[in-house]
């Protein structure tokens, strides 16, 4: 029943995530172990457009025969250079056309001006790099990102090959595009979060345990996920840089959010707004290990185990970056904790 519930609740989390800034507390303090769940539900979003998407890509490969037009490109390999290059006796220009009477794949070595009309389905084959262009999307990589340095093409089995590929992605297309999101959004909120723990320190002047800062930015990955699928549907295309500074622009406006309310109303009255049930404030005694917190005297801490009673409240600490030796057992289940 609590697994149907958390279910539903995935559902809600999308909106919450892109436009409430005091959901990112609930994330934080009452939501530990659901990271990864709502990593796979959001792929799994993500990838129905993108997946449909590159559906349509496939069948439009199909429906021109792209196999067949394979079979006729050139025999050629890549040099020690990089560079494609034909085997002796063959053509280093030549154009293939589709069932549809159109020029569908231009192999073109030589790099001569080519026509430029627009086509249902085009693949830009030239000295050191290929060109797909298809439904709108245009595709532009160079052959030694894909194909080792000395890679041998032959038409008749390559061609095998594509048909095979063709015919299993209609598929496997979700599955793929589900798993290749979710490495992609894991990797974005890996980086993203060993820059959010340096701004906690820097900014919010706290310190925080890095499985809850990785669990705050996979939530803000939700934007992410949203700038994936605009990508998708106008075929543009966002560098990796500018994906990964919109989860920080969300980590940021957090940061400085958690500790504007802490200074504002105080610790005891964040604890009571925010935190869960059980929550204590505890002083931290130690000298040595005081808090960048400049607002107070002392060290304030919370912390989301509850005491066994009151005369383990002095000695019991639980900081995020450095937890204590003395935790008890039956305390490792607590929420999340932060240090101010």
């Not at 800034?21 to 993500?46: P, Q, T």
């Not at 917190?293 to 450095?322: I, M, V, W």
Request: hydrophobic share 45%.
């Amino acid at each position: 029943m609590q697994f149907i519930n958390t279910v539903k609740s995935l559902f809600n989390y999308p909106l919450k995530a892109l436009f409430s800034i005091n959901f990112y507390f609930e994330v934080l303090f009452k939501m530990k172990g659901i990271g990864f769940l709502y990593l796979l539900f959001l792929s799994l979003i993500v990838a129905l457009p993108i997946s449909y998407r590159a559906n349509d890509v496939v069948k439009a490969l199909k429906t021109a025969e792209f196999p067949a037009m394979v079979m006729q490109i050139p025999s050629c390999y890549l040099n020690e250079n990089g560079i494609l290059s034909v085997a002796g006796g063959e053509t280093p220009y030549k154009e293939i056309v589709s069932a549809d009477g159109f020029v569908s794949i231009v192999f073109n070595v030589e790099n001569k001006e080519v026509n430029s009309t627009k086509t249902p389905l085009k693949v830009e084959l030239y000295s050191d790099t290929y060109v797909l262009s298809v439904l709108d999307q245009r595709i532009s990589n160079r052959y030694t990102d894909s194909f080792e340095k000395g890679s041998n093409f032959n038409p008749v089995v390559h061609s095998r090959v594509v048909d095979l590929v063709l015919n299993i992605s209609v598929y496997f297309t979700y599955v793929i595009v589900v798993a290749i999101i979710c490495l992609k959004i894991l990797f974005l909120s890996l980086i993203s979060a060993l820059l959010t723990k340096f701004m906690f320190v820097i900014l919010g002047k706290m310190k925080t345990g890095f499985s809850n800062i990785l669990r705050l930015n996979v939530f803000a990955s939700t934007a992410v996920g949203l700038a994936i699928i605009i990508q998708a549907l106008l075929s543009i295309q966002l560098s990796d840089l500018i994906l990964i500074l919109i989860q920080l622009g969300y980590m940021v406006a957090f940061i400085k959010y958690f500790r504007k309310e802490l200074e504002s109303g105080g610790i005891d009255e964040f604890v009571h707004k925010y935190a869960p049930a059980g929550t204590r404030v505890r002083k931290q005694e130690d000298k040595e290990r005081r808090d960048l917190s400049e607002y107070t005297d002392g060290l304030n801490s919370t912390s989301n185990q509850q005491a066994r009673s009151d005369g383990q409240d002095e000695a019991a600490h639980n900081d995020y970056s450095e937890p204590e030796k003395h935790q008890d057992k039956h305390n490792n289940n607590h929420p999340g904790s932060f240090s101010a």
